[in-house]
């Protein structure tokens, strides 16, 4: 996360000065990471984690919500509809 945020403010202050980007090479450790996680991807445990998480996850979105804007968060409730007094 360190090495994340280092390099977005990097490219921040460069975008902001209206200079070339220049980040540092990536570290051997990196690339060695990318390596084992792209041979990890297609191999068969990959494959049986992600049927594991199909499985875990089958049926929670199935149910169908009558009115979807009650599930947003509010600060508070809801108000009381106005009426409209006429005389």
Do not use: N
């Not at 984690?49 to 409730?77: C, H, N």
């Amino acid at each position: 996360m360190v090495l994340w945020s280092r390099d977005l403010s990097a490219f921040y202050r460069s975008l902001v000065r209206g200079e070339p980007c220049r980040l540092d090479e990536l570290e051997a450790q990196s690339l060695g990471y990318a390596a084992w996680q792209r041979g990890f991807e297609a191999g068969p445990a990959a494959a049986a984690q992600l049927a594991w998480w199909r499985g875990y996850l089958a049926g929670l979105f199935e149910e169908e919500i009558a009115d979807p804007m009650s599930m947003i968060p509010t600060r508070r409730p809801p108000s009381r509809p106005r009426r409209c007094r006429t005389r």
